[in-house]
């Protein structure tokens, strides 16, 4: 169990520099999430972490260690892969005992942990098979199970669920967060889907091109996010953008609706809102052209534009409502519940 | 493709059993010649039936004096010969080229491709073409006539290498990355992970290449003077010309059919191996 410092790390191939200044300070058994949209070099910096790729500059610390030059082997890791990467010619309990025989514990030692994790797990009953011999969520368990006997200060998770069926990655991601609640282990876990991200990490950090783009815990970054990229990647469905302009302490869209907010600057904005703080009220200001409408259940989110203009808009109104193709739908929304950035930056305004 | 028609269900089946005729009439007229006595094989028409005189023959192929009126090996000791230069070039092929394709594929060094590039190039190189050269090597080596002359100059093996090289592409960066993180070494890796990956592989190519070192001619034929040493592939050959009288074909054809029986053994008991160690590609 360790701390983690990344002290303003960077990753260059050649003259390309992949990952920019990157700096965190990862709490003794915090789980944080690294989300990002693919190519982000979410899964560079976690394998950095892991060793398996060096560090052009900056540095990673594990506990009080300097780790920038040491082995995998050596920082007292863990990690579990996407594709699992369990030796395939090993039985599970050879895979999970794999690396505590290279370090030489004793085998009663070996036996022991082995067992504990599988109990953990609940693949006892599968100790002596094949991976192949497995489904996709037992050999998920195996590799996690690779990971716990090991004991390590840190695991490091890269997309370990994207090879499963929706509802096993819902399932599985419950059982890897109560695990790590348990063991207690400082965790990074790398993942593209935001969901996974919001009900997993204790923090999130948002990665975009390179660029740390916010490092917070889920609630900030949905109440508060610092940038257009991390308020449209966090939430689903994702937040409404619009063009909007502030003048005389209220906020102008477009098509000239005005929505008063406490703010002394005048400047050009993007206002945002999200399609579940839109309240449908029939003297709201904000008006939207149904076009299209998804029945989800629990909810109905209208798709449509904003009147008058062409700027897609989107609306989620709780429970079954019914809705015709062209009408017309008034919401209001409370200055409370509005994002401002600015449209140069993309960063957020305070109001 | 699946065909019902009568008639092309008839050509299928006329093409097949023509080719199984042409691979088997030989090896059974083979198997009958070392059935007959030496009288009845001198005599027109060939027996296309078996005779009753197989034991004899076999015993005195492979215990008694073999052909007579020559000086040649034992039977029995010529087919040691050839076992182990078979067994010296496959085995001694599988290590190298596992070795070599290990280096080029796991380990950045300068020249890496150069060195590729120059395994490759030496698939233009058999001995048959740099027969000369090799032959002065060995010969100043003091190699003639012994096993190591035999199997050296044709151990380093350019196909081996490629296949192996192909082989270990197909295995994924995370299993070394997960032996990394393990804590494995790179021999460990490889004697670990690497190997029993490529089992069904290896024992592919050892068919192949054993039959490969067993079919030797040309190369046993240059530097074994020295009758003690003397393979079975190349003696069969002498066989025809070393007796003063006519061949003597009951003999001959029972060594030829027992210079077949270790290739046929090597590919039945590999054949399950074989087969999938040159279809699957799945790791």
């Not at chain 1, 599968?126 to 840190?154: F, T």
């Not at chain 1, 839109?278 to 008006?287: D, K, M, S, W, Y």
């Not at chain 2, 960066?173 to 290896?202: H, K, Q």
């Amino acid at each position: 169990m360790a701390e983690i410092h990344l002290t303003d790390l960077t990753k260059s191939y050649g003259p390309t520099e992949v990952l920019h200044h990157i700096e965190g300070h990862i709490q003794d058994g915090e789980f944080i999430v690294i989300v990002g949209p693919s190519g982000c070099g979410k899964s560079t910096l976690l394998r950095m972490v892991a060793g398996l790729e060096t560090v052009s500059s900056g540095e990673i610390r594990i506990g009080e260690r300097r780790v920038n030059e040491l082995e995998p082997s050596e920082r007292d890791i863990a990690m579990v892969f996407q594709n699992y990467a369990l030796y395939p010619h090993m039985s599970v309990r050879a895979n999970m005992a794999y690396g505590l025989k290279i370090r030489k514990l004793s085998q009663a030692e070996i036996n022991r942990r082995v067992e504990e994790a599988a109990d953990i797990l609940e693949i006892r009953q599968y100790l002596d098979r094949k991976p192949r011999q497995l489904s996709g969520g037992q050999r998920q368990r195996v590799a996690m199970g690779r990971a716990i006997v090991r004991d390590p200060q840190v695991f490091l998770f890269d997309e370990p669920l994207s090879n499963l069926d929706a509802k096993l990655r819902v399932q599985m991601r419950l059982e890897i967060r109560k695990l790590q609640q348990r063991l207690g282990v400082t965790s990074i876990y790398v993942t593209h889907d935001q969901v996974e991200a919001m009900t997993l990490g204790d923090r999130l950090m948002v990665l975009n091109g390179g660029y740390v783009e916010q490092f917070g815990t889920p609630i900030e970054l949905y109440d508060r996010p610092a940038s257009i990229f991390v308020a449209g990647f966090i939430g689903s469905p994702a937040m409404n953008f619009l063009p909007a302009e502030v003048k005389d302490g209220s906020v102008v869209l477009s098509n000239g609706v005005i929505i008063p907010v406490e703010s002394p600057k005048e400047a050009n904005v993007t206002l945002g809102i999200r399609p579940e703080h839109l309240q449908p009220e029939p003297e709201g200001a904000i008006a939207l052209q149904v076009e299209m409408v998804e029945q989800l259940g629990a909810n109905t989110l209208l798709h449509g534009t904003l009147q008058g203009t062409d700027k897609a808009l989107t609306a989620s109104v709780a429970g079954h409502a019914t809705y015709e193709n062209g009408e017309f739908v008034n919401f209001s929304a409370p200055a409370s519940m509005l994002h401002l950035f600015d449209p140069e930056t993309e960063s957020r305004l305070e109001l | 493709m699946i065909e019902n028609r009568p008639f092309t269900r008839f050509l299928t089946h006329f093409v097949l059993i023509c080719g199984v005729i042409a691979v088997a009439l030989p090896i059974w007229i083979t198997f009958v010649a070392a059935t007959h006595d030496e009288l009845r094989m001198n005599q027109a028409p060939l027996p296309l039936l078996p005779g009753s005189y197989l034991w004899q023959n076999l015993k005195q192929t492979l215990f008694g004096e073999g052909l007579s009126g020559t000086e040649q090996a034992p039977v029995w000791l010529m087919l040691l010969n050839s076992l182990a230069m078979a067994m010296l070039i496959s085995t001694g092929k599988i290590a190298i080229s596992l070795l070599s394709a290990f280096a080029i594929v796991y380990f950045k060094f300068p020249f890496r491709m150069t060195c590729f590039w120059m395994i490759f190039i030496t698939l233009m190189l058999p001995v048959e073409v740099r027969i000369l050269p090799t032959f002065e090597v060995v010969a100043n080596l003091g190699m003639l006539n012994s096993y190591w002359g035999l199997s050296i100059p044709l151990i380093a093996s350019a196909t081996a290498t490629f296949m192996f090289r192909q082989v270990f592409l197909t295995v994924p960066d995370e299993m070394l990355e997960s032996a990394r993180i393990d804590g494995a070494g790179p021999m460990r890796f490889f004697f670990d992970i690497l190997l029993p990956l490529s089992r069904t592989n290896i024992a592919a190519l050892f068919v192949i290449l054993f039959i490969f070192g067993w079919n030797q001619y040309l190369w046993p034929l240059l530097i074994t003077t020295d009758t003690s040493m003397t393979t079975i592939v190349m003696s069969i050959k002498q066989m025809l010309e070393a007796a003063e009288q006519s061949p003597q074909w009951n003999i001959i054809m029972t060594t030829a059919l027992l210079a077949m029986i270790p290739p046929v053994f090597v590919v039945i008991s590999m054949q399950k191996l074989f087969v999938q160690g040159l279809t699957e590609t799945d790791k």
